[in-house]
């Protein structure tokens, strides 16, 4: 299984960013599939994620931190996973990484996440 993610930069306060993360060897669509980020000096923290239930739709869940402003999609046909981020502030300056793994447990928790990609750095600027 290899995550590619890309799709970051510098960018100001106030900008947008969309993350992607592009997978092989593993379905996005049948797997939990999450974003985490971690900043110099603390620790990784849990983003966004998607997966699918068992009604075979798919649940989401954000940290508090930035929901309304970031949106996890997928799309099957790519089989990568994005990050759209909006309204950035100086505080979403972290390395971002994607990860995967089968559905199960809380796809909230990264320890869960069995496969990750390299991280792609994020700045936002004041």
């Known amino acids: 299984v290899q995550l590619q993610a890309s799709g970051g930069g510098l960018v100001q306060a106030g900008g947008s960013l969309r993350l992607s993360c592009a997978a092989s060897g593993r379905t996005v669509s049948t797997n939990n599939m999450g974003w985490f980020r971690q900043a110099p000096g603390k620790e990784r923290e849990f983003v966004a994620a998607?997966?699918?239930?068992?009604?075979?739709?798919?649940?989401?869940y954000y940290a508090d931190s930035v929901k309304g402003r970031f949106a996890i999609s997928r799309d099957n046909a790519k089989n990568t996973v994005y990050l759209q981020m909006n309204n950035l502030k100086p505080e979403d300056t972290a390395v971002y990484y994607c990860?995967?793994?089968?559905?199960?447990?809380?796809?909230?928790?990264?320890?869960?996440?069995?496969?990750w990609g390299q991280g792609t750095q994020v700045t936002v600027s004041s």
């Open positions: 990860a995967s793994k089968p559905v199960r447990g809380d796809p909230r928790v990264g320890e869960e996440y069995d496969y």
């Open positions: 998607i997966s699918r239930n068992v009604w075979s739709t798919s649940s989401i």
